[in-house]
């Protein structure tokens, strides 16, 4: 079964790729019918969860078009699996973290979506699962910043090994859960470690900490790829590039 979401108001220079883009940063996508013709398109998520992330999108910008996102059917959030032998998705995420990695890859979100994104992790709070793997990593990061071995545990490694294994969702398979582990891994062992689990790990938010949480993506994007001094406003994506959730 998938969950669809109508998107209308798209921008006549939109491909259907840059579509699948920009709402993989909600889950996984079934399918995707675009008509180009009549500028709208049909979003098939695998979890309702991901299309009622989607709908908090409305509003939002691609393009410089702006995105008319709504469903015909209510939605509803899924019922977490807090096993953690289940592989972490992204829409065990909180949507606040959704949100900021939208304004790291240079999408435009008004503050009201960030609100919402707020409201909503309100609403559903964070799984147990999720938080359960952010606690493990601020404990294995303050050994690695502490003691004498500068890496995260074997075990730990092992138990991240085992996940994306099993792991069968788009945003594992493209390797997404290891590039979000190493930057909340190191995030956790900086001095802003307890700021940044807060983040992850609290519903007590503003939008603020979502713009904070942001300019924390790029600037680790940036020292990741060895560029430039990071710049406090992320940069708008190119036409046709590609841009991931972390």
């Given at each position: ?196 689990k807060a983040f992850y790990t609290t519903t007590s938010k503003q939008v ?12 680790e994007q940036k020292a990741a790829q060895g560029g430039a001094a990071a ?16």
């Amino acid at each position: 079964m998938s969950y669809k979401v109508d998107v209308t108001g798209i921008s006549p220079n939109t491909t259907k790729a840059q579509l699948n883009d920009f709402f993989t940063f909600c889950g996984k996508i079934s399918s995707i019918d675009y008509d180009e013709k009549a500028h709208k398109a049909t979003i098939s998520f695998e979890r309702q969860s991901a299309a009622k992330t989607a709908l908090m999108l409305n509003g939002g910008a691609l393009d410089g078009a702006t995105l008319n996102v709504t469903s015909e059917t209510p939605l509803e959030d899924d019922t977490h699996h807090d096993d953690p032998s289940h592989p972490l998705e992204q829409t065990d995420k909180p949507r606040a973290g959704i949100a900021a990695e939208y304004l790291a890859k240079g999408y435009q979100l008004s503050d009201q979506i960030l609100q919402r994104a707020i409201e909503l992790d309100h609403e559903k709070g964070i799984s147990q699962k999720f938080l359960g793997y952010v606690h493990e990593l601020d404990k294995t990061a303050g050994e690695r910043a502490l003691g004498p071995d500068q890496t995260i545990s074997q075990k730990v490694q092992a138990t991240l090994a085992n996940a994306q294994q099993q792991a069968k969702t788009l945003d594992e398979q493209k390797g997404i859960s290891k590039t979000f582990n190493d930057y909340l891994a190191k995030a956790l062992s900086s001095p802003l470690g307890q700021k940044v689990k807060a983040f992850y790990t609290t519903t007590s938010k503003q939008v603020v900490d979502i713009h904070e949480e942001a300019r924390r993506l790029v600037d680790e994007q940036k020292a990741a790829q060895g560029g430039a001094a990071a710049s406090a406003t992320p940069a708008a994506p190119a036409a046709g590039s590609e841009s991931r959730p972390l």
